[in-house]
């Protein structure tokens, strides 16, 4: 009696297996994954236009290297204050940052032509504040491997080129860190 239970279980099981492989393949939808979060990583695949109803939650979809201090968003216009703390990272991670500021403000969006980038130090004992490195960046003014030759380039300092491109100013104060 208990073997014939267990036999017409696994029948029913076989049965239901087949049923719902035959439906996914009737429907095109064999092979197809879809991962949990894929409506999270489609929403910020497309350009999304920014705006400031949404400025917060797209710069947090971003996910940026360097911690963002302060944000403004004008017309076509998008101004970001990145924040580098004491004994915080070497010039490549901020080049780093700011390739991915770049990428993620020209390619996740469909509004912003201008990006204003200023990397600022800030001094947690007396509370001073000093400008690094500030970059004034517009979009299609750069050839396309420039993004990469930016993410890849080290500690030394910027070329003349890149420089040119990211139209980058250096303060004295970055340059006396590059260059220890």
């Not at 297996?17 to 393949?25: D, F, I, N, P, R």
């Not at 979060?37 to 939650?57: F, G, T, Y």
């Not at 010039?91 to 969006?109: C, I, K, M, P």
């Not at 080129?161 to 250096?170: G, I, M």
Request: proline share 2%.
């Amino acid at each position: 009696m208990k073997r014939t239970i267990i036999v017409q279980t696994l029948f029913i099981l076989f049965g239901c297996l087949a049923s719902l492989t035959a439906l996914s393949w009737l429907t095109g939808k064999a092979g197809d994954f879809q991962p949990v979060n894929a409506a999270l990583s489609e929403e910020h695949v497309r350009p999304a236009e920014l705006k400031n109803d949404n400025l917060v939650d797209e710069l947090i979809a971003w996910q940026l290297l360097v911690p963002v201090d302060k944000v403004e968003l004008s017309g076509s216009i998008l101004a970001i204050d990145f924040k580098v703390t004491e004994g915080a990272h070497s010039a490549e991670w901020l080049y780093q940052g700011l390739a991915q500021s770049v990428d993620r403000s020209f390619h996740n969006t469909s509004n912003i032509q201008r990006l204003l980038v200023r990397f600022i130090a800030e001094d947690r004992w007396l509370g001073n504040k000093y400008l690094l490195l500030a970059a004034d960046i517009r979009r299609g003014e750069w050839p396309a491997e420039a993004l990469e030759e930016l993410r890849t380039w080290g500690d030394r300092e910027l070329s003349r080129e890149l420089k040119s491109w990211f139209r980058v100013t250096e303060t004295n104060l970055w340059k006396t860190m590059i260059h220890k």
